[in-house]
């Protein structure tokens, strides 16, 4: 069954550092998504992606994060200044229409922590 | 925003008991997804449920959707080892994305 592969599985930043977190999002879906979720917190929304470029993002997604598509296959989250409040699991996601009712595969998620 | 509120937080239970977890909303939506979270792992999708009403089963899993499409429950029978993990409803407020709720963490104690 296809999948939704992100790499790193973990990443440990200091403080005010750049990170990119990779995903590579099931091949045929055309919506991308970007959640995060705090350690033993709910999944929060972050930004969602379409046709190269953002289609909504939460207020959570300012100006120190970035999502792009490099390439036909990565989707990618940068993260330009890291905080300390940064860390958490970060789940990209994927869908075949972007529809409300279209099922949201989830990548096994990056871990960051910043120190 | 629209909320998506969840309840209870946490539930343990023993093995071979029932479990039940519910989500309410404050407006009517168009559609309710489930998603179990594994320790460590990440959101897997369970079921999308549409319909007013509608009831759908899945083995020992069973979800409803509310009538007036603003609340909803999945409820697990007599309840494995394998059960364990946190649930989750969703709901997207237009399309995507996706609003989660808190979830619900259930224990089984063997």
């Known amino acids: 069954e296809p999948e939704v592969t992100q790499t790193p599985s973990h990443q440990v930043t200091q403080m005010g550092q750049e990170v990119i977190l990779r995903c590579v999002p099931i091949s045929n879906h055309l919506y991308f998504y970007w959640y995060r979720q705090i350690l033993g917190q709910k999944v929060e929304f972050l930004v969602s992606f379409y046709n190269n470029e953002i ?14 598509r490099p390439d036909g296959s990565n989707f990618t989250l940068k993260i330009r200044s890291t905080k300390l409040e940064d860390s958490a ?11 409300g009712t279209d ?8 871990r960051l922590t910043v120190l | 925003g629209q909320q998506v509120m969840q309840i209870p937080q946490y539930q343990h239970v023993q093995e071979g008991e029932d479990f039940t977890t519910y989500c309410n909303s404050s407006t009517t939506l168009s559609n309710i997804q489930w998603y179990k979270q594994r320790p460590g792992g990440h959101p897997v999708f369970l079921i999308q449920l549409v319909k007013s009403g509608e009831v759908k089963k899945q083995k020992r899993l069973t979800f409803q959707f509310g009538e007036a499409k603003k609340n909803s429950s999945l409820h697990i029978t007599a309840t494995q080892t394998t059960d364990v993990g946190t649930y989750f409803c969703a709901a997207p407020p237009g399309n995507t994305p996706l609003v989660f709720g808190k979830g619900t963490r259930l224990s089984v104690i063997a």
């Open chain 1, 103 to 110: 099922t949201q595969y989830f990548g096994p998620g990056t």
């Open chain 1, 89 to 99: 699991m970060y789940f990209c996601a994927s869908t075949l229409t972007g529809g």
């Open chain 1, 55 to 68: 289609s909504e993002k939460s207020e959570i997604f300012d100006d120190q994060f970035s999502v792009e």
